[in-house]
């Protein structure tokens, strides 16, 4: 079975949070198929982070909190596991701690600290899954680039 980490940008996408969606359509297409072949769709913490953050500063009131609302609904089904989602578990401290020296170069190469903190949970995913395929799924090709096979 495959292992898919959910980027920021296709959650957004999923909840139509406005101004960060714009591919609905093909995204939710896409979505279905994963389904259909049983992959593993997990939801990092800093993409549940990142999408709270661009639902709060995008859109007029009512939007900001029809999206908030969606957001809500499905971060409560998928810690339930109602839906085909799972967010991954928490940064442990000294994560954090190897994560944050990291951040200079990372930052330094044009992006921020949340994409860090998803490549490093794909790189805990590779290590914890080594027969598996897993990849990040993405709308910035630096991020969908990650992609290990077995």
Not at 2 to 27: H, M, Q, W, Y
Not at 29 to 44: Q, T, V
Not at 50 to 59: F, L, P, R, S, V
Request: glycine share 8%; proline share 5%; net charge neutral.
């Amino acid at each position: 079975m495959t292992i898919c980490l959910i980027d920021t940008s296709i959650l957004c996408e999923i909840l139509e949070v406005p101004r960060k969606n714009g591919n609905f359509e093909a995204i939710l297409a896409e979505l279905k198929r994963k389904e259909r072949d049983r992959e593993s769709l997990f939801i990092p913490l800093s993409t549940i982070l990142e999408t709270g953050n661009h639902i709060g500063q995008n859109g007029d009131g009512r939007q900001r909190r029809e999206a908030a609302s969606r957001f809500v609904r499905m971060i409560e089904q998928a810690v339930r596991g109602e839906t085909p989602f799972l967010p991954t578990r928490f940064f442990r401290p000294q994560d954090l701690l190897t994560w944050i020296d990291d951040f200079p170069d990372w930052a330094g190469r044009g992006s921020g600290f949340g994409d860090l903190t998803i490549l490093r949970e794909f790189e805990r995913q590779c290590e914890r899954h080594r027969g598996r395929r897993v990849y990040i799924w993405s709308t910035d090709r630096h991020l969908s680039s990650y992609h290990r096979e077995p």
